[in-house]
């Protein structure tokens, strides 16, 4: 038991560390696809932490998610600016993420849903504010969706994985078709082509619908970008495609490992 508890103490601190990455990822890939970037230090990914307020380098001792935070009550050492509460929430909610999913899984099945769940908080996040599913996640998601599936990691096989991704990209293409051809507007953009055919890969064709189904009945979309800040050239009345899919898919993929879906879907072949 202790052993049990040390291993999700553990996990929830590398969850807070990957909350600190998303802090980075869902502000600067946005930048970078849009063109916005102010300074050259937010130019990369990958590089060291700076300042969000004055650019200034951030010594490692003073980056450890969460805890940085709490200690210095939301300010930066260096020049005493606010640091955004929503950093720290990003880092809280993925440190507790691999920890509800260890709780209530086997350690796979816990990886697995801990990994599609950092995806789709950073996809949902930047959908919301820039109605933008950038590819640099997206296709990721799904080549990761088809590998686990063929190495017999998730519920859905390679077969189904592959029919899934189809399905999700094809009907992306139909109707941006149908639209174009009808009333001559796009009705969805073909960036959301790889973001419905990872989904697919994750959950497979009928889970597809089953996300569908779950995430229009549960998220109020319209509701989650009235709290989070969105760009001013994103349109009053556009529908960011991410939240309500990916959420629905994660709790099809829970429903899945749980062995819920079974009777309706004969999961299993
Ligand atoms: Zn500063």
């Known amino acids: 038991m ?15 560390c990957v909350g600190s990455f998303l802090t980075v990822l869902t502000t600067r890939l946005p930048m970078m696809i849009l ?3 102010k300074s050259p230090v937010f130019d990369t990914l990958w590089g060291r932490s700076h300042c969000p307020n004055c650019n200034t380098l951030i010594p490692f001792y ?12 939301g300010r930066a050492k260096c020049c005493g600016g606010k640091i955004p509460g929503n950093y720290f929430m990003l880092e809280i909610v993925c440190a507790a993420i691999p920890g509800v999913f260890l709780l209530n899984f086997d350690t796979q099945s816990a990886l697995t849903l801990s990994l599609f769940s950092y995806f789709a908080l950073a996809l949902i996040i930047i959908d919301i504010r820039h109605l933008l599913a950038p590819f640099a996640i ?22 189904k994985s592959l029919a899934g991704a189809l ?24 960036g959301d082509l790889p973001l419905l055919g990872a989904v697919g890969a994750w959950v497979g064709p009928d889970g597809f619908i089953l996300s569908w189904a779950f995430g229009l009945m549960g998220v109020p979309v319209a ?3 009235r709290l989070m800040p969105s760009d001013p050239d994103v349109p009053e009345g556009a529908l960011p495609m991410a939240p309500p899919i990916l959420v629905g898919a994660l709790i ?18």
Do not use: H, K
């Open 2 to 16: 202790a052993t049990d508890t040390l291993i999700i103490l553990i996990a929830c601190v590398y969850g807070a």
């Open 35 to 37: 063109g916005t970037i």
């Open 62 to 73: 003073r980056n450890i998610p969460v805890v940085t935070w709490l200690f210095q009550l």
């Open 138 to 159: 997206t296709i990721p998601l799904g080549v990761l969706g088809l590998v686990l599936a063929a190495s017999g990691t998730l519920e859905t096989n390679a077969m």
């Open 167 to 190: 399905f999700g990209g094809g009907i992306v293409l139909v109707l941006y078709a149908i639209g174009r051809l009808t009333t001559g507007r796009e009705w969805l953009g073909l």
């Open 223 to 225: 509701y989650l970008r």
């Open 252 to 269: 099809t993929l829970i429903l899945s490992e749980l062995g819920l879906l079974i009777p309706l879907l004969e999961y299993n072949n």
